[in-house]
């Protein structure tokens, strides 16, 4: 895993350890900013925004041809028969700029259902592919909509 420092730098992560401790914690929230730098003692760390929604529309919108170009085009391909991987990122827009509906999800992740009943988007602002796009059967949509969380 690799982590992006405060100066563009790409820096190895060598590991990690689990520890217990009971300290005061804070949600800070600065308005306009998906995410910014803290210093941990001398070290700038970036941290996401606890409060409101993680990605405006646009922005969200902007994700669509990552979608329709990432593991959505390997993965799900069969999903879309005659479907190139610009179509996918295309129908990914449609989908999410002409919902059906939506949902919240946590991650700060959003779902999206098409109109055509079994299209769902998952926009997903911390993965490099922008989230996903598959079908579902519209006769079992209701439960999978029902347990995205």
Same mark, same amino acid.
């Not at 910014?36 to 990605?55: E, I, Q, R």
């Not at 990552?66 to 799900?76: F, L, M, P, V």
């Given at each position: =895993? ?5 100066? +563009? ?8 350890? /689990?520890?217990?401790? $009971? ?7 600065? %308005?306009?900013? $998906?995410?910014? *730098?803290?210093?941990? #003692?001398?070290?700038?760390? !970036?941290? @996401?925004?606890?409060?409101? %929604? ?16 990432? @593991?959505? #085009?390997?993965? $799900? ?5 005659? *479907?190139?991987?610009?179509? =996918?990122? %295309?129908?990914?827009?449609?989908? =999410?700029?002409?919902? /059906?509906?939506?949902?919240? !999800?946590?991650? #700060?992740?959003?779902? *999206?259902? +098409?109109?055509? +009943?079994?299209?769902?988007?998952? @926009?997903?602002?911390? $993965?490099?592919?922008? +989230?996903?796009?598959?079908?579902? &059967? ?5 439960? *999978?909509? %029902?347990?995205? &969380?």
């Amino acid at each position: =895993m690799t982590l992006r420092t405060d100066t +563009g730098e790409t820096v190895i992560v060598t590991g990690n350890r /689990a520890f217990a401790k $009971h300290a005061r914690t804070y949600n800070f929230t600065v %308005d306009d900013l $998906h995410t910014y *730098y803290v210093l941990a #003692g001398s070290t700038p760390v !970036l941290v @996401h925004n606890s409060g409101g %929604d993680w990605c405006t529309a646009e922005e969200r919108i902007e994700d669509a041809a990552d979608i329709g170009n990432g @593991h959505a #085009g390997s993965k $799900h391909a069969g999903d879309f028969p005659g *479907y190139s991987p610009k179509d =996918m990122g %295309d129908l990914a827009r449609d989908v =999410m700029q002409n919902p /059906a509906r939506t949902k919240p !999800l946590g991650g #700060g992740r959003r779902a *999206y259902q +098409g109109k055509d +009943g079994s299209t769902i988007v998952i @926009h997903d602002p911390m $993965h490099p592919d922008g +989230g996903t796009i598959f079908r579902r &059967n519209p006769g079992t949509i209701e439960d *999978y909509w %029902d347990g995205l &969380n």
